[in-house]
């Protein structure tokens, strides 16, 4: 792949939530799974451990948790002015959309694997290093995904609100972290790109250049803007679903 196809692909990935019923097939979970494999990670620690779930009976159950433990969330993002809402969190659903995906995929790690670092990050950097390890093969996780003509959406919420629920429902042992879950799939529709910031605005020659740090004002303008976009794709995503 030449670095352009490969722009390309990061270009084209794009969270989905909804998902046609068609089965995904076995070697293509493997391929996303040897993608992530390949992942680096420091002290080459591979602190990673994939569960696959494809019975529809887990993923429900999932799915009800996932709903319990965002219902805190909502109620906190209606506090918020309007304009920076998260959509997904603003409007009620009666279920998630990623509840449709065919399988999910769970990331978790061994932190004990932490002490593949050397000794002084041990010490003081092992959970951020153990995280960015996860992060990375996470990552590897969607861009393969896409590079087979699936559709993922993160579920981020899995290794933090739902992990406990999670880890009695799928006998994950205590030592074991989860660090987030990816719903998988071919998608029921598609997105354009997304609109990143221009490059100019955020490199830097030699050291930080103070004129391209954005005020408060700017910040939230970016965000009002980004969720702007997101709740008119949510809106057509409802339309689509019949429930709008």
Known sequence: MDIENFIDLLKSRRS??????????????????????????????????????????????????????????????????????????????????????????????????????????????????????????FLCMQLAAKSLGLGSQWVSSSGSLMEDKLKELLNIPEKIKIYDMMAVGYPAYQLGPRSPRKIDEMTHSERYDRSKLRTDQQIKEFIKNLRKRDREEMEGLMRRRGQK
């Open 16 to 137: 989905i939530r909804a998902y046609k019923p068609d089965p995904i097939p076995d070697e293509y979970i493997q391929k996303i799974i040897e993608a992530a494999r390949w992942a680096p990670s420091g002290g080459d620690a591979q602190p990673w451990e994939f569960i696959v779930i494809k019975r529809k009976e887990i993923k429900d159950k999932i799915a009800d948790l996932f709903m319990k433990s965002i219902e805190p969330l909502r109620q906190a993002e209606l506090t918020r002015e309007k304009e920076l809402r998260i959509p997904a969190l603003e409007m009620e659903m009666p279920e998630p959309g990623f509840k449709s995906a065919p399988v999910f995929i769970l990331l978790c790690g061994d932190a004990r694997t932490n002490e593949a670092f050397p000794l002084t990050v041990y010490q003081k950097w092992g959970t951020e290093v153990f995280i960015s390890n996860l992060a990375g093969a």
